[in-house]
């Protein structure tokens, strides 16, 4: 028999039969409209359990996790404000349900059912998950995650406090709000928790405000791994700078009256509290899981005996609210509704194409006020003698700094952050100054923790500020890429573009580092960027370019609302001479303000027809280089930059190619996986052109003086594209 029937029959027999699980008594001031509410919200989220197995079973409902166990979140949504931003633990139907019943308007049991139903009418998802959330209820929305979503609910919680003292346009949250963020017992033992966590401890210690409310619903069971008795308590409650407060959730009027005390504290205090709710879990972990694999019957019975449910009846008639037979006639009457909605929900549109569940991957375009830029003096000031210095060639490193200067002139609402971005200006120089110029509030240097600064970047963007985080080296992002893969460029996608985190990632990034590092500061490897569905990666060669792509950049996210990575080739930031020593050939002035490159415009050098060579940084580089040599030899050649990485700029390639006899692909990134892998496709599959490539091997890269021996080189290049010249003559 299905464990929710069973459950579902015991709460009809026992309330009927006054047979309630022993419990304190109510106490704690909660009207009995509140009450009432709560026990509602479970009732409908305990039917709508029920209902969602059963539509699985029907072949109408896909992959759910039940909130079953957890209705005393209903408790918790009900002493918060609907304006405080909700990160919402898979488990929290009930919270988002009472949730609902503060803001007007709201037709809950039915945009639910929509969403288990994978209806294109779901009015949160679309149809493309079923997942908890609602731009009204201001609760963006969450999949089954394993505690990633902290990190961006510590960067809302910064971003109420930031936007105080620096009002973006776009912002989302009122300045009273307080965020709350919601997860599970085992969850708390990932990575990222215990990163967010952190971060928040680490930021309240130094006193800036930073309003969240972490709640750890501790059932005792992760899937099928049980928590230590006491682990939760013992981990958190004397963190530094973190309030501790505990519950029974079980227990709505306690739960509702710490949640309170809690929320008032935070919302006052403008610190960080933890929230410790003890629940149960009921049915297992997901629909497709089988608890007797590994729980005994006595513990799954003991669990079912401690239904939530059971306890509220039992409260409300104690405390004279509501009778057993009214909480009975609530909960069938429930049942009931839900059986009828569900009847309709399954009958709504699904999607059907590729392009129907592409539709929300690009989020919409949003009004932005026009931008005059600062004055001549505001501008002087910001720039003081670096002003004299901009008709004259410099490396790619300046320029990039003035062109953050000045679009940090221009738009209030951006914010750098990263690990030394600071005081020292980066490990290369390409923030510097420019603490000085704005200030620590729009220049943070941040905890050496990649999830917390990306985290920390998309809470702020969903509260309207334009982040600019910065990665220090490419390597190091690998310990952070699901704050992009899974949050940052789901949530326009899983939200049908109601919810945006648009910003700009700067990375430094690729090889040939003479000096510094090996493979944990030169990585080659773009693929963990280039497969994320509507990321978009930029990649400069020079400083010109590097300004006029980064404006661009910008526009792209403050417009466009886009995730864009911006990756700067580290070895090149110094770069000064191109052929010759001291040549300057690399160096560049700095672009005219206003202008910009294009999402998806190629440079091209050259308009030679015997070979176009095709690369990005550092390879477009070197084949100028090689170029250079091949064009001396009397070979006409033209080399083109790509720029644009992702999505790659297909029809701008193919047509800077026209005319040509053949091409040859320099590729810094590794054969297998690679960029030159998707060009070889694109040529194949669009022209006829001969075309090779030249690639980095599939190897880590060396410290010392094989630290390029893995990687394209110009003579390389040069000799590749000789052979291909003459084996056509």
Not at 73 to 80: G, K, N, P, T
Not at 104 to 121: K, N, R, T, V, Y
Request: charged share 20%.
């Amino acid at each position: 028999m299905d464990r929710a029937d069973v459950v579902h029959q015991n709460f009809l027999d026992r309330v009927a039969a006054r047979d309630f699980p022993a419990g304190r008594s109510p106490a704690g001031e909660i009207p009995a409209t509140v009450a009432v509410e709560v026990f509602r919200a479970a009732c409908l989220s305990r039917a709508l359990d029920r209902t969602s197995r059963a539509m699985q079973r029907a072949g109408q409902g896909y992959y759910t996790i039940g909130s079953s166990g957890h209705e005393g979140l209903a408790a918790l949504a009900l002493a918060l404000r609907p304006t405080d931003p909700a990160f919402l633990h898979y488990r929290d139907a009930a919270f988002q349900i009472a949730r609902a019943t503060q803001v007007p308007g709201q037709s809950i049991a039915w945009d639910m059912l929509l969403s288990f139903a994978a209806s294109s009418e779901d009015p949160i998802s679309g149809g493309r998950h079923k997942v908890l959330g609602s731009k009204a209820l201001a609760i963006p929305p969450q999949t089954s995650t394993i505690a990633s979503h902290l990190p961006k609910a510590v960067g809302a919680a910064y971003a109420i406090g930031a936007a105080r003292r620096h009002r973006p346009e776009h912002q989302a949250y009122p300045d009273d709000a307080i965020v709350m963020c919601s997860f599970g017992d085992a969850s708390a033992n990932h990575s990222t928790a215990q990163g967010a966590i952190n971060a928040a401890c680490w930021t309240s210690y130094q006193s800036s405000p930073l309003p969240i409310l972490f709640v750890c619903e501790d059932n005792g069971i992760g899937i099928s791994t049980k928590t230590p008795k006491g682990w939760i308590r013992a981990s958190f409650e004397h963190r530094p700078g973190l309030e501790y407060f505990s519950a029974d959730g079980l227990d709505v009027f306690e739960t509702h009256a710490k949640a309170s005390e809690a929320a008032a504290f935070v919302r006052s205090r403008r610190k960080p509290a933890f929230l410790h709710l003890r629940t149960v879990r009921l049915y297992g972990h997901a629909g497709a899981d089988v608890q007797t694999v590994y729980m005994s019957k006595a513990e799954m019975e003991a669990d079912e005996a401690d239904d939530p449910l059971l306890h509220m009846a039992r409260q409300l008639g104690e405390a004279g609210i509501l009778t057993p037979e009214e909480t009975l006639a609530i909960y069938r009457d429930t049942a009931a509704r839900v059986e009828r909605v569900a009847a309709q929900a399954v009958t709504r549109p699904r999607l059907k194409t590729a392009a129907d569940v592409m539709a929300s991957l690009i989020p919409p375009k949003r009004a932005c006020r026009a931008v005059n830029g600062p004055s001549a003096e505001a501008r002087a000031t910001a720039f003081d003698s670096d002003l004299k210095q901009f008709d004259s060639p410099q490396p790619m490193s300046r320029i990039l700094d003035w062109a953050l200067t000045d679009l940090m002139l221009d738009h209030g609402e951006i914010v750098l952050m990263g690990e030394d971005v600071g005081r020292k200006g980066g490990v290369y120089g390409v923030t510097q100054k420019l603490q000085n110029r704005f200030g620590p509030d729009r220049v943070i240097d941040t905890l050496l923790d990649e999830q917390s600064i990306l985290g920390l970047a998309i809470g702020m963007a969903q509260n309207g500020f334009l982040p600019v985080p910065e990665i220090q080296f490419l390597a190091y992002y690998h310990n952070a890429e699901d704050q992009i893969r899974g949050e940052a460029a789901t949530l326009p996608f899983f939200s049908n573009g109601q919810f945006t985190n648009p910003m700009v990632v700067r990375i430094a990034g690729l090889g040939y580092q003479r000096g510094f590092g090996g493979h944990f500061h030169n990585d080659n490897s773009l693929a963990v960027l280039r497969d994320v569905p509507g990321v978009i990666l930029a990649c400069p060669s020079n400083g010109a370019d590097g300004a006029m792509m980064l404006r661009e950049c910008v526009r792209l996210a403050r417009e466009e609302q886009r995730v864009v990575v911006f990756l700067e080739p580290i070895a090149l930031y110094a770069m000064r001479d191109l052929h010759a020593d001291k040549d300057g050939g690399w160096m560049t002035t700095y672009p005219e303000r206003g202008r910009t490159i294009p999402l998806g415009e190629v440079g091209v050098h050259g308009d030679g027809t015997d070979l176009a060579i095709v690369s990005f940084a550092n390879g477009y580089f070197l084949s100028r280089q090689a170029a250079a040599r091949l064009e001396a030899e009397g070979h006409r050649v033209r080399v083109i930059d790509l720029r644009w990485l992702s999505p790659l700029p297909e029809e701008n390639l193919l047509a800077a190619l026209e005319g040509c006899d053949r091409v040859l692909i320099v590729d810094e990134t590794r054969r297998s996986g690679g960029v030159a892998e998707a060009l070889m496709a694109l040529l194949a599959e669009r022209t006829a052109l001969p075309a090779e490539r030249i690639t980095s091997t599939d190897s880590f890269i060396a410290t010392g003086p094989a630290y390029a021996a893995t990687m394209p080189s110009a003579d390389g290049i040069f000799a590749a594209a000789k052979r291909m010249i003459e084996e056509r003559a």
